[in-house]
């Protein structure tokens, strides 16, 4: 079985360090958890290439830094009305990344189609009549979001160029104990995620869910499992980040000192991730 092994720059412990910048380092990575949005950070070269991830905006809007990639991980709005995807979907289509990949989460009700589960429970959340599923769905995969480069996946494989090659997971909730932790304490991610870790060897994993577990983790294989194995990072390494906007729990609170803080601010910005392609 293989092991991960957690390498995180001393800097980076987002909840106790007041910088400003905190910085995740890799030789082949960066990543900016907080960082002033009037002036993001630079690339750290042209060959470089600009990871921009969100998730759990829920009708939010706020600035975003620009970038090659922008990936959703999911909660575009609060209970999947028209108008709160409306909303989300033009915020999105005029944000100017090359490509921008989302999925939804449990709040979006009307775009889960399993087993007709919007139709037969949208009573719960949506009292008078459903929303008109088709026209959702039309605003997420329509021509109109093609044209700006949206891309909405389901359960699906999706194929860009980009210069760094590798796999990148997009997923709603997290693995199981990676940026999980519910302001309770548990870890509350999924098993059978993290199971699949050790073969998808993804270059970056980007869900959400789980608001409180905001942040960044830098994780290297190691291709053997044995400890003390110094077979350095022959198995390559994994950027894991919790992009949930959403600013409450634990986090929240210690940043904020009167509770929540806007969408996109403190700790809850936009995680940027630089990654470069030595091949
Ligand atoms: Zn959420
Ligand atoms: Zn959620």
Not at 115 to 142: A, M, Q
Request: aromatic fraction near 8%; glycine fraction near 8%.
């Amino acid at each position: 079985m293989d092991n991960l092994d957690v390498h995180i720059d001393p800097r980076i412990d987002a909840a106790s360090t007041t910088s400003n910048d905190p910085i995740l380092t890799y030789p082949t990575v960066v990543v900016h958890e907080r960082y002033d949005i009037s002036n993001p950070p630079p690339l750290p070269s042209p060959e470089w290439t600009r990871f921009v991830c969100i998730s759990d905006t829920h009708t939010h809007t706020f600035p975003v830094p620009h970038g090659h990639v922008l990936l959703h991980g999911g909660d575009l709005t609060s209970t999947g009305k028209y108008d709160q995807m409306e909303k989300t979907m033009e915020w999105l289509e005029e944000l100017p990344h090359h490509h921008k990949i989302i999925i939804a989460g449990n709040h979006d009700l009307s775009l889960d189609n399993h087993d007709d589960w919007y139709i037969k429970n949208f009573h719960r959340w949506h009292s008078s009549k459903p929303e008109d599923v088709t026209c959702i769905r039309d605003l997420v995969k329509g021509e109109r979001a093609r044209n700006a480069r949206v891309t909405y996946l389901e359960d699906e494989k999706f194929e860009f160029q980009t210069k760094p090659d590798g796999r990148t997971c997009l997923t709603h909730g997290p693995p199981f104990q990676i940026l999980d932790r519910t302001v309770g304490g548990d870890h509350v991610g999924c098993e059978a995620l993290r199971a699949r870790l050790p073969e998808l060897r993804p270059r970056v994993h980007v869900f959400g869910h789980i608001h409180e577990g905001h942040g960044a983790l830098l994780q290297e294989w190691r291709s053997s499992g044995t400890p003390g194995d110094d077979a350095g990072n022959q198995g390559g390494c994994t950027v894991f980040v919790n992009a949930a906007n959403w600013p409450m729990g634990d986090k929240a609170r210690r940043e904020a000192f009167a509770g929540r803080i806007p969408f996109g601010q403190g700790p809850f910005q936009p995680i940027i991730v630089d990654l470069f392609d030595t091949a």
